[in-house]
């Protein structure tokens, strides 16, 4: 598949093939979450556009009529967000789904269309997050996710299982300018990749929903969302509860190399 990196490269019939490749597969994609989802409780598909051009998410952005999808899509990286909201239409949902830093909470909560943090996981972010919201009258509670370590590998962030109610706890008390909205897990990848049993990793972000939502208040269970499943494994996500699942590659097609990115983030960290 030839991926026009920036518009400047790519003439106008490339241009109009991307966005009739990138309006089939998020159909696809959509049809296969609505087959794996109930009537009575719809899934949201977040589009993870990270490390694509602005022009692929514009495209599925004017295609909205036609998709039936709302303008919801994912972003790792500050810099990058910060650039893509500031050129692409307000009307767009940004979602940030990437490793927050607490320095940078400042620069994601001053984005006026940010809809939703995926991945806090400490008190002070979620501080930060919140007295920045606050100092912008006109903007609304953002809603956050709070990101869970469920595989136990030291390489996730996220907090541990047992810590999860206590942040969730003080973003309710102590952040009025969030709004707890429910938990977030990425999960192992070998986990993701073995079809034959169920994502543990979906089972133990579940559960700590089933122990929580009543301490916190939730009139129920699925008032509390739960973020998770990928490319790989969405529909299985879903069939174990998932209220928003964040898919990327299956959408954009693949992303340059891990180094790539890395390097980008590098970047983007020495220019702040
Ligand atoms: C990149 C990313 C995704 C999307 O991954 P795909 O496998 O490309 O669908 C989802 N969630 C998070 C947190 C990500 O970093």
């Known amino acids: 598949m030839s991926t026009p990196q920036n518009c400047e490269a790519a003439s ?23 087959k794996a989802s109930s ?29 039936k999808q709302e303008p919801h899509f994912g972003e790792n990286y500050v810099q990058e967000l ?15 789904i990437g490793g927050l830093q607490t320095d940078k909470c400042k620069k994601v909560a001053a984005i006026p269309n940010l809809y939703a943090v995926h991945s806090v996981d400490s008190e002070k972010k979620a501080n930060k997050l919140s007295q920045t919201r606050l100092s912008f009258p006109d903007f609304p509670k953002l809603r ?29 008390e102590k952040c009025p300018g969030l709004q707890l909205v ?14 034959e049993n169920p994502n543990e990793d979906f089972l133990t972000l579940k559960k700590i ?7 916190l208040g939730c009139p129920g269970p699925e008032d509390l969302e739960l973020s998770m499943g990928m490319s790989e494994d969405y529909e299985q996500a879903i069939e174990l509860g998932a209220t928003t699942v964040r898919v990327g590659s299956t959408i954009f097609g693949l992303r340059p190399k891990k180094a790539d990115a890395a390097a980008k983030s590098s970047a983007e960290e020495s220019k702040a």
């Open 12 to 34: 106008d019939s490339e241009m109009k093939a991307r966005a009739q490749d990138l309006i089939a597969n998020i159909t696809s994609v959509l049809g296969r979450i609505s």
């Open 39 to 67: 009537p009575t409780r719809p899934v949201r598909l977040v589009a993870v556009s990270k490390l694509k051009p602005s022009s692929d998410i514009l495209a599925l952005y004017n295609a909205r009529e036609q998709t």
């Open 82 to 96: 910060m650039e893509k909201a500031k050129e692409l239409p307000q009307e767009i949902n940004w979602h940030f």
């Open 144 to 172: 956050v996710f709070v990101q869970v370590n469920t595989s136990g590998e030291e390489s996730k962030s996220g907090v541990e299982p047992a810590e999860t109610l206590a942040l969730a706890k003080h973003i309710q």
């Open 182 to 195: 429910g938990l977030m897990t990425i999960g192992a990848i070998a986990r993701s990749k073995d079809a």
């Open 209 to 215: 929903r089933d122990e929580i939502w009543e301490p």
